[in-house]
């Protein structure tokens, strides 16, 4: 069985859903009777913030690889000045598989002389520039991508040109032909894997606290901002945020701030109601798919992914998932169903 590496600048941290997903492959793939390396960034930041390491398999070797510039929110200018001392690192990496994502795998795939695999799971992975902002931090954010102009087409050619050679897998079907339409290559698909009989049995042995209409989130890409527009409009209804920039839980208003959670037992048990309202083409969504199967009440934007990880059923499925009033008219109606059901 094949030696596989994996890495990305966060893979060996609690930075998100798509870390969380490679380490459940690679979790397989040694399961299957493979060797694992995981390979990150020594002290990794996220907007300036640290971030948790994660509990990993006890066989797996880990690598932190040191005096790389970090620029915050200048991701691009940060994988210029980075790239190629990558390239030079993963040209005498040992293995025969390098499995990456994100910013710095294109880099990474130039270097490697085995086989590499691709994970695409966003619009930046596709290196698609996008600006979801408004009034002045949508300028703002407009004059950052003039500024990293130059360095953002470095990263488009070095994209293209690391995924000719590599497997690219996607995790819907919809990312897979955005992949074809953007890049003009093939992608297999490959779900996240969702396996909720462990959230079943702790939510079952546990006394439901479901009072909050509960988003998943800090950005709005992800539809922060919208969630936050939609819970002033509604000042009855309590809402919770989960997010990485929170440190403890904080109430303003009617909205309720907690941190990240490790086990999303933890989020679903205070769900009267998932939103995921993301504005951006969205891959798939765990979160949505977790709610979905664990028979939650759940609303999810009509956009990328994400009706696919509902089965497509209209029930679930925002149309006009850019409008506040669409979505309160939404939520409203779920929660008075469950009012009158009460």
Known sequence: MPNIAGFSKFLAYEAGGAESSTRLLLLDAEKAGSTIAIYSFSGAKFLGRSMP????????RLKYYDAMFELGRFSYIEYALNRRRLIRFFSKLNADELWTYGVYGPAALLGFRGRGRYFIRSESDLGILVN????MRYWAKYLKDILEWPAYKLYRKDLESSLRSATVTANS??????????????????YPIVDITHLRERLDSLPADDKWVVFVGDSNWK??????????????????????????????????????????????????????P???????????????????????????GLPEAVDFDPQYIVDDFRSRVTWCNAIQQILLKQHCAS
């Open 53 to 60: 390491l994660a509990t990993v398999s006890r066989t797996w």
């Open 132 to 135: 979801y902002y408004e009034g």
């Open 173 to 190: 079907k919809y990312m897979a032909q955005r992949v074809r339409e953007c890049l003009h290559i093939s992608a297999t698909v490959e």
């Open 223 to 276: 539809g922060l901002n919208l969630v936050e527009q939609i819970a002033e409009s509604l000042p009855s209804v309590e809402f919770r945020i989960f997010s990485r920039f929170i440190e403890k839980d904080c109430q303003i208003k009617n909205v309720l701030w907690s941190p990240w959670q490790r086990e999303s037992w933890r989020i679903y048990q205070a769900a009267r109601l998932v939103i995921v």
């Open 278 to 304: 993301s504005q951006c083409e969205e891959a798939y969504g765990k979160v949505a798919r977790e709610s979905f199967l664990l028979g939650k009440k759940l609303l999810v934007s009509r956009v990328g």
